[in-house]
Every structure is written in C-alpha cells, then in structure tokens.
C-alpha cells in the first residue's frame, strides 16, 4: 500500500523522472508537477494503483479522475478524436485544456478512472517534468490534485506534503506551479454541441472562438474533477467580495484591497490565479478562525478564480 513509510522526495533530474517512473509501473503512487496544480498520479490501466488514489486522497468514487497523456496518438488509443477535438488539441495541447470524450471501447483504462461513466477526461499537460515523465513512462497516468479530497489544491511541494506526507510512495519536485489553477474542463458531445463543466485558464472566450457557443443546459452527474458544489475548501466559513477584514477574519486581498495575503497587489488575474491556493493555504493555517475575500472581477480567468472561491466557501 502506497501509505507506509515515508513519502519519498525526487529531484526533477534524469534519476529522479526515472524512479518515479519506477515507481508508477509498480502500482504505486506518485505526487507530480503539472503547469497547473500538482497531481497524485498513478497508472491508469490498473484499478489497483488507481483505488490507491482514491484511498489516498479519501476521494467520492463517484467523482472521474483526468488522465494525463504524453501525445495525441496515446490520447487516440484511449476516445475517438472528431475534427472539434483535434482543433482544440492543436490550439491548447500541451496546455491546461481538458477535453470530455466518449471512452473508446477497449481502451485500457480501469473502470475507476471514468467513475463507470462512457466519457474520458483527457489532458496533455505543459509541464517540461510531467512530459519527460511521460515519455520515460509511455503510459497515460491518471492523476487528480495532490491533496485530501475536498482540500485546497497544492501549487508547491509543501502543500502536497502537509496532507500526504507517508500516504504516498514519490513527491517529483518541479517547484511551484506557473499557472496555480486547475484546467479548463469541456465536455464535447456527440450531437455537436459541447459544455463548459469547469473554468480554467483556457478562457470561455478562447473556446467559443473556434466551436461556437456552448449547450449550457447542465445534468446532475458529475463528469469530471471539480464539479462538487463544495470543493477545495480551507476548512473555515470563507467571505467573498469583502472590502476589509473583521476582527476574527484573515484577509485574502487583491488590488487596493490590502491582505495578510495578497492574491495581486497590481490586480492581475494571472497573478492572483497563480497565488490563489498559496494564499487559501495560508489562510487555512492562520490563527483567525474565518477568511474573507477581496472582490475579484469575472472577467476572463477572473471567472474561473471567483469560481474557486465559491466553492471554497459552501
């Protein structure tokens, strides 16, 4: 079991990318860098290492896993690719897009991964680490955020740790994420409409460019990471929009709006998205017993943070 002892550290070198590929074809499990938030990878034709993820994580196994793939030809052997897929795959892979395909039959995928859903999440990450992993490895890896389920996503090695810590078997230091918000989520259906399941940093906008407006009449089920009304949550009642703090509050600020931790002190969203989870891990740890929230515009990947937050605050 991929729990006992301690959690092994890996530099990201040639040594260090080849013991974590060591790791990941014996089953176990393996905490790594992605562009976006780290990811707690296993191998994804095995239901075995894949029900680790989810003892480790503590995870809903209702909830479907992305699976991370080194190229296009490994992401066609697992769902069909029609002409709207391939245009987003050339336009956002490698990259923080994840694309909802139908599971094409017999590909070799543990039944855990798509939460026995006819649908795959697929995901070709950007990261120069996680892709050299993938090349060493030449197996997709499925690979949800490196933390307890529910909790805030980890952007540096630390955070994985301060939940995972002798739960796993590998942590592949790549250093903090660049880009510190998960990926853009579409589901592509078969009757040529498509959805936005989650935001991300591939803007709405960016997507609509080449599909077309998106069906947004949405079901209950969930078809992929991050679709729970409460997630990535710190574990304290969150305030949003507020423009100063109470007196029992830690202060998350953007802009004008001064904090304990600020998101971007210049208001740019691309800042504040990279900083979101360092500062609601901060917050979490902090004595004050409640956080509130400067406001933070919707526009562009503004969306996909004040989505976060929301969430965090259910």
Same mark, same amino acid.
């Given at each position: 079991? /991929? +729990?006992? +002892?301690?959690?092994?550290?890996?530099?990201?070198?040639?040594?260090?990318?080849?013991?974590?590929?060591?790791?990941?074809?014996?089953?176990?499990?393996?905490?790594?860098?992605?562009?976006?938030?780290?990811?707690?990878?296993?191998?994804?034709?095995?239901?075995?290492?894949?029900?680790?993820?989810?003892?480790?994580?503590?995870?809903?196994?209702?909830?479907? %896993?992305?699976?991370?793939?080194?190229?296009? $030809?490994?992401?066609?052997?697992?769902?069909?690719?029609?002409?709207?897929?391939?245009?987003?795959?050339?336009?956002?892979?490698?990259?923080?897009?994840?694309?909802? %395909?139908?599971?094409?039959?017999?590909?070799?995928?543990?039944?855990?991964? /798509?939460?026995?859903?006819?649908?795959?999440? #697929?995901?070709?990450?950007?990261?120069?680490?996680?892709?050299?992993?993938?090349?060493?490895?030449?197996?997709?890896?499925?690979?949800?955020?490196?933390?307890?389920?529910? !909790?805030?996503?980890?952007?540096?090695?630390?955070?994985? %740790?301060?939940?995972?810590?002798?739960?796993?078997?590998?942590? &592949?230091? +790549?250093?903090?994420?660049?880009?510190?918000?998960?990926?853009?989520?579409?589901?592509?259906?078969?009757?040529?409409?498509? @959805?936005?399941?989650?935001?991300?940093?591939?803007?709405?906008?960016?997507?609509?460019?080449?599909?077309?407006?998106?069906?947004?009449?949405? /079901?209950?089920?969930?078809?992929?990471?991050? @679709?729970?009304?409460?997630?990535?949550?710190? !574990?304290?009642?969150?305030?949003?929009?507020?423009?100063?703090?109470?007196?029992?509050?830690?202060?998350?600020?953007?802009?004008?709006?001064?904090?304990?931790?600020?998101? /971007?002190?210049? !208001?740019? &969203?691309? $800042?504040?998205? =990279?900083?979101?989870?360092?500062?609601?891990? #901060?917050? =979490?740890?902090?004595?004050?017993?409640?956080?509130?929230?400067?406001?933070?515009?919707?526009?562009?990947?503004?969306?996909?943070?004040?989505?976060?937050?929301?969430?965090?605050?259910?």
């Amino acid at each position: 079991m /991929s +729990g006992k +002892g301690a959690t092994e550290w890996l530099a990201a070198d040639e040594e260090g990318i080849a013991r974590a590929a060591e790791l990941l074809r014996a089953g176990r499990l393996v905490a790594v860098p992605t562009e976006t938030v780290y990811g707690l990878a296993a191998r994804a034709d095995s239901a075995k290492a894949v029900a680790e993820i989810y003892r480790a994580k503590g995870r809903p196994d209702f909830n479907p %896993l992305i699976v991370h793939v080194a190229g296009l $030809e490994m992401a066609e052997r697992l769902a069909p690719f029609d002409d709207r897929a391939r245009v987003l795959a050339s336009r956002f892979w490698p990259g923080p897009l994840t694309m909802v %395909l139908p599971l094409r039959e017999g590909a070799p995928i543990a039944p855990a991964v /798509s939460a026995g859903l006819p649908t795959l999440a #697929l995901r070709m990450p950007a990261h120069p680490v996680m892709r050299a992993l993938l090349a060493e490895l030449g197996l997709p890896l499925a690979a949800p955020s490196a933390n307890r389920s529910g !909790g805030v996503s980890p952007t540096e090695p630390a955070h994985v %740790l301060s939940s995972l810590d002798g739960r796993i078997a590998g942590l &592949l230091d +790549g250093g903090r994420c660049a880009t510190g918000l998960e990926s853009t989520i579409v589901a592509l259906r078969g009757d040529g409409s498509w @959805q936005l399941l989650r935001p991300g940093p591939v803007a709405r906008a960016d997507i609509v460019e080449p599909l077309g407006e998106p069906h947004d009449v949405t /079901s209950a089920t969930i078809e992929a990471p991050g @679709q729970l009304a409460s997630h990535y949550s710190p !574990g304290k009642p969150v305030r949003l929009d507020a423009g100063a703090a109470g007196p029992d509050e830690f202060m998350i600020g953007f802009g004008e709006v001064v904090g304990d931790c600020t998101l /971007s002190a210049d !208001g740019d &969203l691309a $800042e504040a998205a =990279a900083r979101l989870y360092a500062c609601l891990h #901060l917050a =979490a740890a902090a004595s004050q017993p409640r956080i509130a929230v400067a406001p933070v515009p919707a526009e562009g990947i503004g969306a996909a943070i004040r989505d976060r937050l929301a969430r965090a605050a259910v």
